[in-house]
Structure formats: C-alpha cells, structure tokens
C-alpha cells in the first residue's frame, strides 16, 4: 500500500556499475590520519543506481585498534543548502539495535518494500538536514569488534562516539561550522547524553570544539529507577486488570529496591518478567496478548525484515563497503550491557540542560517507554529551569490543519507528545515528525 508518506521510484534494479566486489569492510581511519582524506571520501562514496542517485558515504572508523573495534556509519549530505544545513546524528536504541533501522524505518531517504525495492520516502530529513547514522555500540548491526572490545558502560560508549565524530569532521571538515544536533529514540535515551556530556566536557577542555546546539530523544529510556512501574498507566487504558495491576505494582517496587542496592543484575531480570522479554513469557504480555509493547493500537511491532533482507544482498554490502561483515543482532552486546541496563544518566542530563535545549518526544500509544514514565523522569531533573518547565503552560501543536501533538517548555527542558504514534514515532508519524525536528532545530517550536 502507498501510504502519503511515500512514493515509488522504480529506477535501475542492482548496483549496475560495482561489478568488482570488494569482501574487505572499508577502514578509513589509518587513510585520515594519513593526510589522505580526498582518498578516503572517494572511497566511502556510495554507488549504486537503485539509490536514485540519492548520494552518500559509507564505512569504518576505528575506534579501538587494540581490540580491532570499528564504527560502521552512513551519512547522507542535505539535499538542500548542504554549506549550511545543520548535521543530525540518528541512533538507534536496543540495546542492541542497528540504527539503519531508523535510516530504513524512519527518517532516511528511502525505504525498502515487500518486494525488496527501494522507495523513495517524501518526509525524510534528509532534506533539510545532513544525517549520519551510527551502528552504536561496537557489535551493533554493521559494527564490528574482537571479544575484548564489547562495552559495558556509557562512558565508553560516550567516549566511542566521540572518537567516531573526531575522524567523521576530518573526513568531511566543512560540515564543522555547521550546528549538530543529537537525535535517536528508547535506549539512544543513554546513548545520546554520553556523547553530549563528553562532547561538553571535550569542549571545555581546550580541544577542537564541536558545534553542539541541542539533543532530540524519543521515547527515551535514560532513568530506570523511575520508569519501572508500569502498573496504573496499564490499568488506565484497559490493557491489564486490578489483580495484575498489583502484581505489576508489586514489581516495580522490587526492581527499584534492588537499584537503590545497586543490584542491577536482579532489576534487570524484575523487568524482563515485568514488560518485555524475547521469549514473550513476561507477565505483561501473558495477561494483555500483546507480544510486544511498542503500539497498544498493534499487537505486534513493524517489521524489519524487509531492509535487513535487502541488506544482505551482494551488491549493496559491497555498496555499503561492509564487505564480508555481518549485520548482529545486537544480543552480545546487550548482554555485556546487562549490569548497566538499570544504571541512569539523569545526573548527565540535568547537567546538560544548563547548556543545551534538549527535547523528550513521546508516542502517545507506545507502551515500552510510555509517556507519564517519561514524565516521571522529566519532573525529577535536577537543573536550574526546573521550576520553569513544572510550571509550565501545554501548547497545541498543529501540522497544517491537523492536531499533531502537544508541546511544553521550560528552560532548555522541551517536552512533546506526538498523538497516535508508538515507540517509533517517525514510522507512524513521519510528517509530523519531520515538522517537529524541523521546528526545535530552528528553534521555533512554537510558531
């Protein structure tokens, strides 16, 4: 179905003119610090005709040579005014989750079809902004690392990221007079602010500065001492009764005495009883039917299979320059993320605030990271406008004639609610979501 959100391209079908395939994943980290820069952009040029000559760059950044860790990253330059468009980062949550999800899914360019074909998306952000997305954490989709080199916290995550943006404005030095903002979506609600806090720290501290101008985070994951319980708001839009209610109730408790003793293994299993776990053996779906809990309108999540099949065709790896490199599934690297699944970055996120305007946008019907948890958070931030942003009056917030949502502001602390989208919220919503980013990049939220 052609929803009005897309249209179709049908174009040259394959990559017509890589007739040489090349199984070595393409490291331009030792060709950057070499000097060799031109070389390594014509290398990372993406060429393929089924693109619709849409144009990017792909490849590897090494992160870690001790333990051969690379960074694999997509970026697409803006369709318009590239000079001066502002640069987005997109990640992706999970943990575990490729970000070419969201470049798929989301907001990218194009998208992939039933039919393994590429369509053209009509609200991509690519056309106002510059967008990298990045296979974070090393052993994330394309990314790749030895055993040794698998993190087990946000400061190196944070400091990952960090390195990875080193050498992407070498490879690509115009674009570091131009803003950049941080965006993703649940677990990115980590991510985002470990790179923001050592981008500020990196700043501080006399080095080359980046041009950070504010962070954009859906359905962010990111304090979980206060997003556990999610016994009333499931009781209140009729998806669980009183009896498991208490019982959820219950949970929560349990999780948050086992974070307040830094027993972070045990919080974590209390939550994958509690609302979501790959075996749909948890308590919430046992009681609701609901396998996953991204869309109480849907009682199972989109599928991704379409882009990741795609993916794996010869052609475009050796477009993408991955070579022989497999796409994970992100497992391995949640479970070395097990022990910091439950550990918070609010204290990063309250710090940042006094630096940099930050929005929380929130699916109206997600239901893994739900709209009042994420509240929770926002009301216990410790920064200097929090009394602004509690006092706050609520705006509507409308996309031409139509309600898209409601906007709340104080200080740098922005708070959306997207109506009838899920926990992805520019796959059910794509032309409000770009109409949103478009709006806090160019901070007019409330024109």
Not at 285 to 304: A, C, D, I, M, V
């Amino acid at each position: 179905m052609v929803t009005k959100s897309t249209v179709f391209y049908e174009g040259v079908n394959g990559c017509g003119h890589n007739d040489q395939y090349n199984d070595s994943p393409l490291l331009l980290t030792d060709l950057i610090r070499s000097g060799r820069v031109e070389e390594a952009r014509t290398k990372a040029e993406v060429k393929c005709n089924e693109f619709q000559h849409v144009k990017s760059y792909a490849g590897y950044f090494t992160i870690n040579k001790l333990y051969n860790s690379n960074t694999f990253f997509w970026f697409f330059p803006a369709e318009e005014d590239y000079e001066n468009a502002p640069l987005l980062l997109w990640l992706q949550g999970g943990p575990g989750s490729s970000s070419l999800t969201g470049l798929f899914m989301e907001n990218g360019p194009f998208m992939v079809t039933p039919e393994l074909k590429i369509q053209i998306r009509t609200h991509r952000w690519t056309r106002k902004f510059s967008m990298i997305y990045i296979d974070n954490p090393v052993g994330v989709g394309y990314s790749f690392t030895d055993a040794g080199g698998y993190v087990k916290n946000q400061t190196i995550i944070g400091e990952h990221l960090y390195e990875a943006f080193q050498q992407f404005y070498q490879l690509f030095p115009e674009l570091q007079k131009n803003d950049l903002f941080l965006t993703g979506q649940s677990y990115a609600g980590k991510y985002i602010p470990s790179l923001a806090y050592k981008i500020l720290k990196g700043n501080s501290n006399g080095k080359e500065k980046i041009r950070l101008q504010g962070l954009a985070i859906g359905n962010a994951y990111a304090d979980p001492i206060n997003q556990f319980d999610y016994s009333e708001y499931l009781y209140q839009i009729g998806l669980i009764d009183s009896h498991i209610k208490e019982r959820m109730y219950k949970m929560g408790q349990k999780a948050v005495k086992h974070i307040e003793n830094k027993e972070w293994l045990s919080a974590l299993n209390v939550f994958s009883d509690l609302i979501y776990e790959a075996r749909n053996n948890t308590l919430f779906q046992n009681s609701s039917g609901y396998l996953e809990p991204f869309n109480f309108l849907e009682l199972q999540g989109p599928s991704s299979i379409y882009f990741r099949t795609f993916l794996q065709r010869k052609d475009i790896r050796n477009a993408i320059h991955v070579g022989n490199s497999i796409f994970h599934d992100g497992v391995l690297v949640a479970e070395y993320l097990e022990e910091e699944f439950s550990q918070s970055v609010a204290p990063w996120i309250s710090e940042l605030l006094e630096h940099y305007p930050i929005m929380f946008y929130n699916g109206q019907v997600d239901l893994i990271v739900p709209y009042p948890l994420v509240l929770n958070v926002l009301n216990k931030l410790n920064f200097s406008g929090a009394d602004l942003y509690k006092t706050a009056s609520r705006h509507k917030w409308y996309v031409g004639e139509e309600l898209a949502g409601y906007i709340k502001q104080g200080g740098n602390l922005i708070e959306v609610l997207v109506r009838l989208a899920g926990h992805m919220v520019p796959l059910d919503q794509p032309e409000w979501s770009f109409d949103m980013i478009t709006r806090f990049v160019h901070n007019r939220l409330f024109d």
